[in-house]
């Protein structure tokens, strides 16, 4: 469930996350199919939908929600690719202990229903995909239903300034667990994956600060989507200034860290290149950077730049000095039998 300081933050991001609870219109969400069949051992796609009382004018900008699954069937992956939702405060997570997944996200300015003269069902919050395990060996058989539902603490919220709560119908899902002889399995999901070569859409990453935020540290905001299979996962990684341009990044052993979004940066004195990358459940990735201003740097790039030109041309001198000074022992230290025609000739041509 979406926590306090969730959601207090899902207020900044979008404008409507509050924590008033008034009832209001009727929104209702619903799994589709609501009835199905899947062969023991294939996949099957059920997507979450929600659906607004268009004839009241009811739009609803959030959903917290939870849902449950029977232990005949396993949840294999969740995907937002095809998601109305634009905002995530919490991603779709599953907890195979307790047989639930949980998220929380929603959409500026709110879904009101679907547009007029547009056929499809562009409604998806999430699609889950499921597994009919097979029979396991000694293990019997645990039913030929599966049900799929929302628990009682799923959330929705109202588009209205208030954060209202919106009075909430929710319908889960029945799958039948067919068997039979000569039946080929096929696995959709697995398919799409292999399937899927475009990367997550671009993105920008946004800088911020706040006196009541993460203590007033510097943070930074991303976000984005993949429409094919839907984000897997975002990283981060911080390089000094002075390391721009080395690719360092793109070494195998960087350490690029798992997180999401917002992000507490380590480098409270942004003297560093910021790199976020969005990878999908296909395994392709975008990667967008941001070099903070000059102004809020500690020092700015320029004078890295500086400086590092200042100690390469040092070196170079010192490295030549030195170069010279050791050639000039050697000299002084050979004597006359030892020097070749080559040494005679240029300690000459050096007197001369």
């Avoid at 989507?225 to 975002?234: A, N, P, S, V």
Wanted: hydrophobic letters at 40%.
């Amino acid at each position: 469930m979406m926590s306090y300081k969730t959601a207090i933050f899902a207020v900044t991001l979008v404008g409507n996350f509050l924590l008033f609870t008034t009832s209001a219109s009727a929104a209702s969400l619903y799994i589709d199919p609501a009835v199905s069949n899947v062969l023991r051992g294939d996949t099957i796609n059920l997507l979450v939908r929600l659906d607004t009382d268009e004839a009241a004018g009811e739009c609803v900008n959030a959903v917290d929600g939870v849902i449950t699954y029977s232990e005949n069937v396993d949840l294999v992956d969740v995907s937002t690719g095809d998601s109305i939702f634009s905002i995530w405060i919490e991603q779709p997570v599953i907890d195979k202990a307790n047989r639930t997944v949980t998220f929380a996200g929603g959409i500026p300015n709110g879904y009101c229903g679907r547009v007029d003269g547009d056929p499809r069902l562009t409604n998806t919050i999430i699609k889950m995909v499921f597994r009919s395990p097979g029979f396991s060996i000694g293990g019997g058989d645990t039913g030929t239903t599966a049900r799929v539902d929302f628990d009682p603490a799923t959330t929705a919220y109202l588009n209205d300034g208030q954060g209202t709560t919106a009075t909430l119908t929710t319908y889960g899902a029945q799958i039948e667990l067919a068997t039979g002889p000569g039946l080929q399995i096929d696995d959709k999901w697995r398919d799409e994956v292999a399937a899927d070569t475009v990367p997550p859409a671009q993105f920008s990453i946004a800088l911020e600060k706040d006196r009541v935020a993460f203590g007033g540290k510097y943070f930074i905001v991303f976000n984005t989507t993949d429409k094919q299979t839907g984000i897997d996962q975002y990283q981060v990684i911080e390089e000094p200034l002075s390391k721009l341009g080395s690719f360092e990044w793109g070494r195998a052993d960087a350490p690029w860290v798992t997180t999401r979004s917002p992000y507490v940066l380590e480098d409270q004195s942004l003297n560093s290149i910021i790199r976020v990358k969005a990878i999908d459940k296909a395994g392709n990735e975008y990667i967008a950077t941001l070099i903070p201003d000059e102004s809020l740097q500690s020092y700015s790039l320029t004078q890295i730049i500086v400086f590092g030109a200042a100690v390469v041309i040092g070196l170079l001198l010192l490295g030549i000095a030195v170069t010279f000074v050791r050639n000039l022992r050697r000299r002084k230290k050979a004597s006359p039998e030892q020097l070749t025609d080559d040494d005679t000739n240029e300690i000459h041509h050096e007197n001369n």
